[in-house]
Nanobody, 124 residues
């Protein structure tokens, strides 16, 4: 059981990207999704999460108002829309999930299954 991220790219400051998180080998119907990022030399940061219903959403202050988390109706893919990107958003972005948990958290210890990450680079 694992998840896989995609959609990372090199983009100019002010640009947008949409990251995807796809479950492999299981559905996400009963699972929350967390998005995290880690820049070189920095700790992993929880930036957004969504619960299994889509009703509970949380954002870190660093991305609030610029990033939007969502999940599709089939519950197999989640997304992170990144708008108004800044050079300080440059990082490897990870999605994570855990089975049968009916809330979401920005704490990495909450999640059991992680992807390998997708690189987002924002040039100034």
């Amino acid at each position: 059981l694992r998840v896989a991220e995609s959609g990372g790219d090199l983009v100019q400051s002010g640009g947008s990207l949409r990251l995807s998180c796809t479950a492999l080998g299981f559905t996400l119907e009963a699972s929350p999704i967390g998005w995290f990022r880690q820049a070189p030399g920095k700790e992993r940061e929880g930036i957004a999460c969504i619960d299994n219903t889509g009703d509970l959403i949380k954002y870190a202050d660093s991305v609030k108002g610029r990033f939007t988390i969502s999940r599709d109706n089939t519950k197999t893919t989640a997304y992170l829309q990144l708008d108004t990107l800044k050079p300080e958003d440059t990082a490897t972005y990870y999605c994570a999930t855990v089975r049968a948990l009916h809330y979401c958290s920005l704490l990495s210890v909450t999640y059991a299954y992680w992807g390998h990450g997708t690189q987002v680079t924002v040039s100034s």
